[in-house]
């Protein structure tokens, strides 16, 4: 049987960190689906269309690789596509205890999906989506923090903006 897992976020937008632990899950897993979760109540700054749009962009090269969105509970997106299994990255100790709760709800509601931590590489513990859009509004360099396509995007949006 194959094994599936999801790798879930709201991905506004999608960096480098996000792409290093896909990249690493989809070593592990014979199919990961990345899942733009859309019922936040935060206001993105991308649309979900071109949220989804940059993520198959960068992810392209993964074969094992689907990108999809879902509004409702991440656990019954991930029985629809027979996952057991959900990743998180882990950047560092602030993350725990948010990550500890959203845990601990996923295993009430559905204690068939195991959900499994990777540590983020090093280079990119500090990295965030909304430390991205901050650096990216005010005209400072992310080349080395977002893919080329999402460094268009962001510039494409605050250009706009100003
Ligand atoms: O990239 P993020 O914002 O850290 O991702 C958070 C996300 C989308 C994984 C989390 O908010 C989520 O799973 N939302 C779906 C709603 C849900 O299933 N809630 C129950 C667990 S708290």
Do not use: W
């Not at 937008?13 to 690493?24: C, E, F, Q, S, V």
């Not at 392209?60 to 996952?83: H, M």
């Amino acid at each position: 049987m194959a094994s599936i897992a999801v790798c879930p976020g709201s991905f506004d937008p999608i960096t480098y960190g996000h792409l290093d632990i896909i990249k690493r899950a989809s070593k592990v897993f014979d199919q990961i689906h990345v899942v733009l979760l859309n019922n936040s109540s935060k206001n993105p700054l991308f649309s979900v269309d071109e949220r989804i749009s940059l993520i198959s962009e960068v992810t392209r090269e993964f074969p094992n690789v689907k990108v999809d969105s879902f509004q409702g509970l991440l656990v019954d997106y991930a029985k629809g596509v027979g996952a057991s299994a959900i990743i998180r990255g882990l950047r560092a100790v602030s993350d725990f205890e948010y990550e500890m709760q959203i845990t601990s709800m996923n295993r009430v509601l559905n204690e068939e999906i195991e959900t499994f931590f990777m540590m983020t590489n090093n280079q990119f513990s500090f990295l965030s989506s909304s430390i991205v859009k901050e650096v990216a509004k005010y005209g400072g360099d992310i080349s080395e923090l977002v893919p080329e396509a999402v460094q268009k995007a962001l510039s494409g949006k605050f250009s706009l903006q100003q």
